[in-house]
């Protein structure tokens, strides 16, 4: 049966619960928190068309999109990005075992989005303990009639979720739904003695949860996980076709590599600290269609300008691995490599030995310890 006790038991059979959140999971409705229309990974899957799917996909461990492109409606062949979800449970669950909440505890949640991970705070601790936020007033209006419905009333506001709610304030616990490229010092502000967790990380590689400890104005914690969340909304690059990033096609000084461009996009650890070194830019690799082996790794730069494409031939040539082209101001491709040569001389150390540190400064990443600071 699609139910919560059945989604439940999936996650207890996959180990997925962290203790104390059997009740909450196994209780809070999740098809209360969705659209009638969600789209499960390529599929699109309608309520009123097809129920009995609709129920199936929602009460499975799946992530589920809600919302596209802000909300807004865009023309037949327009770039579709995924700008709201119902995340992957089992994720979620995940978070919310790093956040370590307790009895008592009070928790800002930023990034409301549907409202079913504060509804799951909100059976947890009590609705009067959880504030959520998010940026776009359509998913507060939807999220806090949602949680309603669900006979919950945490405290639901519209507002930049960088900034935090300083009007709740002090929280012990502060969790983020959706990708930071910095921890906001707000955050500690407002959690002076408390715990953040959140999805964190540049274009470049995304996939981390950053788990902090808050004490003197300073936040410190090491990264998780391999989560794949919506980047916040904030200063958001743009994103779209790999064909509106290109150009000046006819500008190529064409060379050699000596490093396979498939040595860092098939390696976690790798991706993880070139990304320290290259946070601006986004990569796609794309294999060829027609069975030869050969791919191509593109580095495109969030502001359009730079891009630089890696050809990789199964063997390589005579004189280096692959060929390269590299457009505009920035060299990404040298970039790139640079940061992989030096990720090498250091024994390509594994993401589990980096940590992270807050200041009112800024933030610094470091390898076993803050005095190593390498990013």
């Known amino acids: 049966m699609s139910t ?7 996650l207890a ?11 909450a999971i196994g209780t809070v409705a999740r098809e209360l928190f969705l659209p009638d229309v969600v789209e499960a990974g390529d599929e699109v899957v309608s309520r009123s068309a097809s129920p009995e799917r609709w129920l199936a996909v929602v009460y499975d461990d799946v992530p589920l999109t809600t919302q596209v492109n802000d909300g807004r409606e865009l023309p037949d062949g327009a770039y579709r990005l995924p700008t ?3 995340s992957m449970p089992s994720v979620m669950l995940e978070m919310l075992g790093l956040l370590d909440v307790t009895a008592g505890h009070r928790v800002l949640e930023l990034g409301s989005g549907t409202g079913y991970n504060a509804a799951l705070l909100a059976h ?8 959520t936020v998010d940026i776009d007033p359509v998913l507060v209006e939807r999220a806090a009639a949602r ?23 002090p929280y012990d616990r ?13 955050w500690l502000e407002q959690a002076p003695a408390g715990r953040i ?73 790798a991706l993880f600290f070139v990304g320290l070194a290259v946070p601006d830019a986004w990569h796609l690799l794309v294999d060829a269609d027609d069975g030869s082996g050969e791919a191509t790794w593109w580095l495109l730069a969030d502001d359009r300008r730079s891009w630089a494409a890696a050809e990789y031939v199964p063997g390589g040539g005579p004189d280096g691995t692959c060929a390269i082209g590299q457009f505009g101001p920035r060299r990404l491709w040298d970039e790139a490599e640079h940061a992989h040569r030096s990720w090498e001389a250091r024994g ?22 803050p005095a190593d600071v390498v990013g």
């Open 147 to 169: 949680l309603r419905a669900a006979g919950l009333t945490p405290r639901v506001e519209c507002g930049e979720g960088e900034k935090g709610w300083p009007g709740g304030a």
């Open 13 to 23: 059979r996959d180990g997925a619960i962290p203790a104390g959140w059997e009740d």
């Open 4 to 10: 919560p006790g059945h989604l439940a038991g999936i």
């Open 197 to 269: 967790v959140a999805p964190w990380g540049g274009s470049f590689f995304s996939h981390s949860f950053a788990v902090l400890d808050v004490n003197e104005g300073e936040a410190h914690g090491r990264f998780s996980g391999y989560p794949a969340f919506m980047r916040t909304r904030t200063g958001r690059p743009p994103r779209g076709y790999l064909s509106e990033f290109l150009h000046h096609t006819d500008e190529d000084a064409p060379s050699r590599g000596t490093l396979s461009p498939l040595a860092i996009p098939g390696d976690a650890d």
């Open 174 to 186: 502060v969790i983020a739904t959706y990708t930071v490229p910095e921890i906001p010092y707000a």
């Open 84 to 86: 709201s979800s119902s």
């Open 124 to 131: 947890r601790l009590g609705s009067g303990r959880v504030t």
């Open 348 to 369: 390509r150390p594994s993401r589990d030995r980096a940590g992270l540190s807050v200041t009112r400064a800024g933030q610094r990443v470091w390898l076993d310890g």
